[in-house]
């Protein structure tokens, strides 16, 4: 008799808790999840914190936490995870009553872009761990992964060239507007800067003399269109590296900068126009730009999408960074040397690509190999 008592007894309270847990384990039970920084660097190693809150009465024997996330997050203890085109985290913990649980995930920025983490999924045990309650969690989390610099010493020799040539250009265009002081007039001097008033009273021919332009600035054009059905993303990336890198050290210069691509976002649209700015905040405009890109679609073709911001030029020194040599590119780029409109061409190549510049363009044209 007291064995059937002890048995009805232990089935009892099997109901109760299985009650309990169906009704209550949710109550009261929160979880977070937060990155330590909202941006980063290709490279950068940051943490992603994880928070589970129990605020209740009813302890919490087994509790799976899983969450969704880019395979470009590298985290270590990939016995936990499932890699596909995302990361598949599952941890599991134990909270008991009013119990606060916090645990710090490291991991790696593999690749550029933008990542989120838009749910959080709990999957509860009761005591006997005979069912499983499962309930998600909305989270929001985002983070973007600028692009990573390129490297020093080879890229500073071809910004030093440019560099040199913008100054250059910059300083050869005055601006009619920051009028200076009126100096005698000299044979290289335009009819249409002499100053007649002052020249009648003084009987020799003088010319207003202006400040140089503070308006003058660089304008890169960003050409990701595909030359081949088969995709170069390290040559993709590349290139979007070296956008990165021209915009930090043209406006540590203090040139402005703007920024234009054929290349559609992670939105399927084509990303907006970057106009020409400066300081810091300008540089995380252009780099969140740059992380929104989604190279795994074809870009829009170069001429048709972005050739009249290349014929329309004031001010301004245009740099392309392209992989594409194809006829209809090089087209458009003789028709600017033709027009004596200033310009480079930076060629990202690697060893199976075969360069086929023309030979009014070669001393425009810059060629990078990637490392």
Same mark, same amino acid.
């Given at each position: ?141 985002? +983070? ?7 490297? #020093? %010493? *080879? @890229? ?8 040199? !040539? /913008? ?122 730009? +740059? ?7 074809? #870009? %829009? *073709? @170069? ?8 014929? !329309? /030029? ?58």
């Amino acid at each position: 008799m007291s064995l059937l008592a002890a048995v009805l007894g232990a089935f009892l309270l099997y109901l109760f808790q299985k009650y309990l847990y169906q009704k209550w384990w949710a109550k009261n039970l929160s979880i977070e999840l937060t990155f330590n920084k909202d941006t980063a660097v290709e490279g950068n190693s940051l943490t992603l914190v994880e928070t589970v809150t129990n605020r209740k009465l009813l302890p919490l024997p087994l509790l799976k936490v899983k969450f969704r996330t880019s395979k470009y997050l590298e985290f270590p203890g990939m016995e936990n995870a499932t890699v596909t085109d995302n990361y598949y985290r599952s941890d599991v913990i134990s909270l008991m009553m009013y119990q606060k649980f916090t645990r710090q995930l490291p991991f790696q920025c593999k690749h550029r872009g933008y990542f989120t983490v838009d749910r959080t999924d709990i999957i509860c045990s009761n005591l006997f761990l005979s069912s499983e309650m499962v309930m998600d969690y909305p989270q929001h989390l985002t +983070l973007y992964v600028y692009p990573k610099t390129v490297a #020093a %010493l *080879p @890229f500073e020799q071809v910004f030093k060239t440019m560099l040199g !040539t /913008v100054l250059t250009k910059r300083f050869t265009n005055e601006d009619p507007f920051e009028f200076r002081s009126i100096r005698e007039y000299q044979p290289y001097d335009a009819l249409k800067s002499v100053n007649w008033k002052a020249s009648s009273k003084t009987g020799e021919l003088k010319v207003n003399a202006y400040n140089y332009t503070s308006s003058f600035q660089v304008k890169l054009l960003l050409n990701l269109e595909r030359e081949t059905a088969l995709r170069q993303e390290d040559l993709e990336e590349e290139s979007i590296r070296l956008a990165s890198t021209l915009s930090e050290k043209f406006l540590a210069q203090g040139i402005p900068v703007s920024l234009l691509t054929n290349c559609k976002n992670i939105s399927g649209e084509v990303n907006e126009v970057i106009q020409a700015g400066s300081g810091i905040h300008h540089l995380d405009s252009i780099n969140k730009s +740059l992380s929104l890109l989604d190279t795994s679609n074809s #870009a %829009l *073709p @170069f001429v048709s999408c972005l050739g009249d911001e290349c014929m !329309t /030029v004031k001010n301004e020194y245009i740099i392309f960074l392209s992989t594409y040599q194809k006829e209809d590119f090089q087209k458009l780029l003789c028709d600017m040397t033709s027009r004596k409109i200033d310009f480079f061409w930076i060629l990202p190549i690697n060893k199976d690509v075969i360069v086929t510049v023309k030979e009014e363009l070669k001393s425009k044209t810059i060629i990078w190999m990637t490392a």
